[in-house]
């Protein structure tokens, strides 16, 4: 069996831990340069592979560079003749910081803490804890370890508790008499599987921003509009784009004419200064025809 694991933290997985168990074989072997492992495994199987970020299962690397420190690869059957597995992605991880203290808040400096993935871990005592009760692996300069996924914690290979790890997260054991309780929480940058990123409108210079689109609209096909000395609006997602229609005016009302349509010629008929101005001039042209008559 053949293969090649890569992180998609980018990480280089080189002399890190393979491990396959399948009916009654279990083997190990480590990965070479940029990942790659080979090992003789009986033929007609299928087996488990499992990853340590380590030189074995039973130590922990003290490197925190995205890559989970346990994580499972599936299940892969070899036949009669040789099976390469091709690339393995080991998913983004991020640290788990576990600490165990007492009821008063002060680290239990003798209890034993671990971490297990899918039922593979690390050994009894390969990590401690410090002077303020976080877990630590042998040489790291940071505390925790790195998952992805999830993991389970223990105090004493005998308290568990499984956590869900979409972010940095710390978990925090309090041993009491009666037992241990949890207390979970994520840190400012732990990322969520249900947060959507908003979209920020896109708007072009001659149109006013539409509001974000939700997933079950239809988006609104983009149109180039004439331009006019109005302000058009803008057409819903579903309906097609109407030309502009000018408000028609309401008909104009006169002595002469009940409505629009008359010759421009009888327009200033349709006044009321013009008809004003007009009766005025007729009736001093009356009085005036009255006194040369009566001469």
Known sequence: ???????????????DEINLRGG?????????????FEIEVPENNRYEIAYYKGESGNDFAAIKNGAPHIYTLGEHFVGESET??????????????????????EPVRTADPGYRFDGYGDN???????ADGYTVIEGASFTGA???????????????KTVNVNGPVEVTATVKSSGVSWDISESETAQTNTATPTKTPTAT???TPQETATPT????????????????????????PNTTTPTEEPPSRGFFS??????????FMNDPFSLTLGGFALSVGGIIHQLLRGQ
Do not use: W
């Not at 009894?124 to 410090?130: S, V």
């Not at 009940?258 to 327009?267: I, L, R």
């Open 24 to 36: 009654e074989f279990f083997g190990n072997t480590r990965s070479t340069d940029n990942g790659y």
């Open 205 to 207: 210079p001659t149109e």
């Open 217 to 240: 609209k239809t988006p609104a096909t983009t149109t180039t509009a004439v331009p006019q000395t109005r302000t058009a609006e803008t057409a819903a997602p579903t309906t097609t």
């Open 84 to 105: 390469d597995l091709g690339t393995l992605t080991l998913p983004q991880a991020h640290i788990v910081d576990f600490r165990i203290l007492d009821q008063e808040g």
């Open 124 to 130: 009894p005592r390969r990590t401690t804890l410090n």
């Open 1 to 15: 069996m053949t293969g090649q694991v890569v992180a998609e933290s980018g990480a280089n997985c080189v002399n």
């Open 146 to 160: 790195e998952f992805a996924e999830y993991v389970t914690c223990s105090v004493n290979r005998n308290y568990t």
């Open 258 to 267: 009940n409505g629009v349509g008359e010759d421009e010629a009888m327009a």
